[in-house]
């Protein structure tokens, strides 16, 4: 399985700045996804990370406000822009190895925003 | 469309008692079921799935569940729980051919001394 490292663990950010996660993979891998849980809510995919094109944005999501950059197969970047305290969430970045395997998580950047 | 119901927000387990946690779903075609398990300040965690095959499946520590097609369900289950395994639970659907799954609300379980 994928191990997968997400920088930074967490933050405190003041609202209008930008925050930028990063996700870094041990292995090649096809499929990275980033996802948002929000605080008592189950998780809501963002977008795929597409490597070498544009992100595939899910419904509710914008490049603008959420900008990913993947620029090889082991790593990709999420960029929370413009913060409001309605972003506190906790943002995951996420890789699938094959069609019978299941997702890998990283362990999750916790952002608030104040 | 795919879609997972989990329709308990909290499970509350004395230790060394069963445990069972609820999970329905929803897909075209043939399903792809997952649990996944978050402990605090944690990603998820792979517990198990079911692909094909055999109705029951075994994962990691010691959790099991059962695919049922007449019920659409694939309830987490095992025989004996342990204070350590108090978290949050997801289950997960996905139709064959597509990588993005479905994720439930998610499920507290409490595993009381």
């Known amino acids: 399985s994928a191990v997968i490292s997400q920088k930074p663990s967490r933050d405190i950010c003041q609202r209008g700045t930008s925050l930028t996660i990063q996700c870094q993979v041990d292995?090649?891998?096809?499929?990275m996804f980033w996802y948002r849980q929000q605080p008592g809510q189950s998780l809501t995919l963002i977008a795929t990370?597409?490597?070498?094109?544009?992100?595939?944005?899910e419904s509710g999501f914008v490049i603008d406000k959420f900008p990913i950059s993947r620029p090889n197969l082991t790593f990709s970047t999420l960029t929370v822009s413009n913060m409001s305290p309605e972003d506190s969430s906790i943002y995951l970045c996420?890789?699938?190895?094959?069609?019978?395997?299941?997702?890998?998580f990283g362990n999750g950047t916790r952002l608030t925003v104040t | 469309a795919q879609s997972v119901a989990q329709p308990e927000d909290q499970v509350n387990v004395a230790e060394g008692n069963p445990l069972t946690v609820k999970c329905t779903y929803s897909v075209s075609g043939n399903p792809y079921l997952f649990w996944y398990v978050q402990y605090p300040n944690r990603g998820l965690q792979f517990l198990l799935k079911y692909i094909t095959g055999d109705n029951l499946v075994k994962g990691s520590y010691g959790f099991e569940a059962e695919f049922n097609k007449s019920q659409t369900s694939f309830h987490l289950k095992k025989p004996s729980a342990l204070v350590s395994d108090s978290a949050l639970y997801f289950c997960a659907v996905r139709a064959g051919g597509s990588y993005i799954p479905t994720f439930g609300r998610g499920t507290s379980l409490i595993v009381h001394p």
């Open positions: 990370a597409n490597q070498g094109s544009e992100a595939t944005y």
């Open positions: 996420s890789v699938g190895t094959g069609e019978n395997s299941p997702l890998h």
């Open positions: 292995s090649q891998v096809t499929m």
